[in-house]
Each structure stands twice: as structure tokens, then as C-alpha cells.
């Protein structure tokens, strides 16, 4: 069965390009554009999801309240945290232990970096 991920993002290009570079090697890809959604879509998930993608700012949940949600239900789910290569610099991460791809990124990076979460 291929993984299933999650991505929680509320620009439609973004979650689009997300979604299609990871379904065309095989995951399988729920996108929602809210981050209370995105929570009950993983609380509801059967199979549960393999894996989260968000970013910080959405309409609902911010990214930040969302993975900080997600680690309560799911305390072991890998996540990736998208956001804008603008704040890289900041001090004030969603959640440190949280990896972050920054935009502009490769397709390539978006998906080394889930195959490596997924690969644990």
C-alpha cells in the first residue's frame, strides 16, 4: 500500500504542485486547505495518514496550532512544515523539532525530504 500523506495548505498552487509531484512517484495524497480540517481529516483517517505537510499561515488552525494538535492525537506521525524562505532567519519557529522546506524549494527536495521522514 503507498503512503499516504496529508497536506494542509491553504494556497492552491502550492498544495496542487505538492500533491502532484508526490502522487506521480507513487504516494497517495489528501489535500485540504485548512488546518481544522486538516485535524479532523487525520483524527478520521482509516488507514491513518503516514505523514503531514502544512504550512504556517492558514485559515482555521495556523500551521503551528496544527502541528502542536496533530502531536497530542498522533505524538509519532512524521510532519513536514512548509513556510516562506522571508522568515528562515526568525527565531520564532512553529516548532523546532518540526523539519522545515522553505519556499522556493525543488521538487526534488520536497521529495527527499519526504522520503526521509517517511524512512524515519
Known amino acids: 500500500m503507498a503512503p499516504r500523506i496529508l497536506v494542509v495548505d491553504d494556497e492552491p498552487m502550492v498544495s496542487q504542485l505538492i500533491a502532484r509531484a508526490l502522487s506521480d512517484v507513487g504516494y497517495e495524497v489528501t489535500t485540504l486547505s485548512d488546518g481544522e480540517r486538516?485535524?479532523?481529516?487525520?483524527k478520521q483517517a482509516n488507514p491513518p495518514f503516514?505523514?503531514?505537510?502544512t504550512n504556517s499561515w492558514m485559515p482555521g488552525l495556523s500551521g503551528?496550532?496544527?502541528i502542536a494538535r496533530l502531536r497530542q492525537h498522533f505524538p509519532?506521525?512524521?510532519?513536514?512544515?512548509?513556510?516562506?524562505?522571508?522568515r528562515h532567519k526568525s527565531a520564532n519557529q512553529p516548532h523546532p523539532d518540526i523539519p522545515t522546506l522553505f519556499k522556493p524549494f525543488s521538487?526534488?527536495?520536497l521529495r527527499e525530504a519526504v522520503?526521509?521522514?517517511l524512512a524515519g
Do not use: Q, T
Open 115 to 117: 522520503r526521509a521522514l
Open 64 to 66: 503551528g496550532e496544527l
Open 50 to 53: 503516514d505523514l503531514v505537510i
Open 76 to 86: 509519532s506521525i512524521p510532519i513536514l512544515h512548509i513556510d516562506d524562505v522571508a
Open 38 to 42: 486538516g485535524l479532523e481529516a487525520a
Open 107 to 109: 521538487i526534488a527536495a
